[in-house]
């Protein structure tokens, strides 16, 4: 079976929860998962829970933190670390899925150049499914993938001035 | 903490998917779901993995199949039967999250009326939260909703020809 490109792009909410569900449902089949986090610094319920079945899912955090204007130094240096760490652990594990979750991001803010993040796409085993999930998805990879989808905000309670919840945003 | 009402709806991938991940965060910040499939009616990889957590999560399939033109007797019948089910456990239980999955497609199809589902979501009490799957949700619907997201198809793989994969579709 040969592995295709999915990205989930868009303001509105459920892209990361996406990859969360498409994790559930292939460790639900018995495959094996790397789900990669950029940016996101802090634990979450789901990624609690997913660490559970270590033998299906393997997580792994770059916690850069978020990226203002441009990102700094030590972002820099952090996030070429965890490309490598990833790149290894392609190599060496064959994944079923691989999630890069907020790469979207990481790429539009300059955290990750065009030419890292192609690489990664390139080394990916052609029988591995990927997930690109972030807003801002930039128009090349878009191009590169087989499915795109569009989360569009209509209407979010956050605009209301809820906050984030636990259990329902984390 | 006052439960909101979610949508999600369009033509793209990501919705049962998101409601699926939304299930995942719930359980694990150890809140209660009832995980409600409607016309859907054979047993997915998620499904399965989430029936283990039975402490947590309740699944409750209401199997009608899909509606062509207009619902039949027996799909009617069924989906009453159901709905009364559903009121009985949401009185009966304190769920934190009730997932209606293709609630949006049962009632643009007609296999539930804007009156029965008018009632169940009047019936949902207030701490709980509510999330509606499923494309073509009627306007009246995302009026009541506290947020709206759309998935919105940009490109599938489906139209290519490739058909639904075991632990990336089901």
Redesign the interface.
Known sequence: ?EG?I?I?T?D???????????T????????KVLFVQFIKGSQ???????SKFQELVEIYRCSTGFVFNSPDELQRQKVKDCLKDIEEKIKKNPY??IILDEFSVAISTGLITKEEAERLIEIKPQSS?LIITGRGAPEWL?EK?????????????FD?G?QA????E?
């Open positions: 079976m295709l999915h989930y868009g509105g909410k459920g892209k990361t929860t996406a990859a969360v569900g498409l559930v449902r292939a460790i639900g089949n018995g495959l979450t319920g789901e990624v609690e829970f997913l079923d899925l499914e878009i993938a087989d499915l795109v989808t569009e989360m569009r905000k209509i209407k979010h309670y209301r809820i919840r636990r259990g329902i984390y």
